[in-house]
């Protein structure tokens, strides 16, 4: 398989990633293979590279995480959900003893991860917030950690920080980089690039895009990282389906026409919610009154589709919701639809009752727009 140019595109790299070079009589695009066995024959098992059972290898999950790597500059091991991906990437790089750095202010099931199944494993486990790691990493205080996990921009509240140098200060401590990316996906931000030894995604979001499959991914180009990590899904059985799969590496060709509406739906919605006198704390890291405006300008490659906000209480989020016909109510992001979340619901995050996350879909920009101001203006006594 040849990589893509460099050169290209982020439209032609996301409809061309994975593809093996062009045979007569084959088809376009690869078909998904639904099996779990294959025939062995009178040879060994595996041998000259054959599959043998699907937990630890299969031609569609290769074809998929072809695709990721080649966007994420490394090589891809898919994993059945986001969360499978950040459970193997901790477990199969530290160990009991090992003092591992996760986000404060991240996705929160990665912080129950933390709370209820490393530290009864024997991890030391630490938590920082995003906007605080560079501090702690240039006081030298990652000495003695084995790993450091960063999510950037972070979820919900969209913080983002230094990549470089927080993986130029975990390489002088001896620790490993993961970063979480998947709010950002590999058009949004390339970790690997950036000096991280790892790269994660939960590839239900944005990278795939439609709200209607469960998968994730680990990308590294270390070679010992991803021999462990392999070991660890095949050892675990974390591993996608073959439909998954093959449905994620068809939903990626359309990532850079997704995230381009996405994005211009942020923006407005963005500065709409600023705007409005009953909206506070909006946070969107493209917009010049952002904190993390210039960092995200210099370390991403474009905007991605998500924005916070706060509105006064519990109640005016649900007469948003009520008042809306383009913003529905569900959790995830990166879908096609626009959806809002109010995260303090779930209790993980600490954030207040009317903490909303917006996440913009693909519709047209004007409609988004115009039909969340109403809801607004409802919501909030303004019509």
């Known amino acids: 398989m040849s990589e893509l140019p460099e050169a290209w595109g982020d439209g032609t790299r996301s409809v061309r990633a994975g593809e093996e070079p062009a045979r007569p009589g084959a088809p376009l695009r690869p078909s998904p293979v639904f099996a779990a066995p294959f025939h062995l024959g009178d040879r060994p098992p595996r041998a000259g590279g054959a599959d043998a059972y699907a937990r630890t290898e299969h031609p569609t999950l290769r074809a998929f995480e072809a695709a990721v790597g080649e966007l994420d500059g490394g090589r891809c091991l898919s994993f059945a959900t986001g969360m499978a991906a950040i459970t193997a990437a901790l477990m199969a790089c530290a160990g009991a003893g090992d003092r591992v750095v996760l986000p404060a202010d991240g996705y929160y099931t990665t912080r129950l991860l933390g709370r209820e199944e490393l530290d009864r494993l024997g ?20 000495r003695g950690a084995r790993l450091v996990l960063l999510e950037t921009p972070s979820n919900p509240q969209l913080d983002v920080c230094d990549v470089v140098a927080v993986a130029e200060a975990a390489r002088d401590a001896g620790a490993l980089l993961a970063v979480d990316n998947t709010t950002a996906t590999p058009l949004g931000q390339r970790p690997l690039a950036l000096g991280a030894d790892l790269t994660i995604g939960a590839d239900t979001k944005a990278l795939t895009g439609h709200s209607d499959l469960l998968l994730g991914h680990v ?30 590496h068809r939903s990626m060709a359309t990532l850079d026409l997704r995230l381009t509406r996405q994005a211009d739906n942020a923006r407005a919605v963005a500065e709409l919610l600023a705007a409005h006198p009953g909206v506070t704390g909006v946070r969107w890291p493209w917009r010049p009154q952002d904190p993390s405006f210039a960092l995200a300008s210099r370390q991403m490659a474009r905007p991605v589709g998500v924005v916070s906000a706060v509105l006064p209480d519990a109640a005016a989020v649900a007469r948003l919701v009520a008042a809306s016909r383009l913003w529905a109510a569900a959790t995830s992001f990166g879908g096609l639809h626009s959806t809002l979340d109010r995260r303090a619901q779930w209790g993980g995050d600490a954030v207040p009752p009317g903490f909303v996350r917006f996440s913009c879909g693909i519709e047209d920009t004007a409609d988004v727009v115009t039909d969340l101001a ?10």
């Open 123 to 142: 991890l030391r486990v630490e938590y920082v917030p995003t906007p605080e790691i560079e501090g702690v990493a240039a006081r030298g205080e990652l």
């Open 219 to 248: 990308s590294t180009t270390d070679d010992a990282v991803y021999a462990r990590l392999k070991s660890w899904r095949d050892h675990t059985g974390a591993t996608p389906g073959p439909f998954e799969a093959w449905l994620g």
């Open 374 to 383: 109403t809801a607004l203006d409802t919501a909030l006594g303004q019509a």
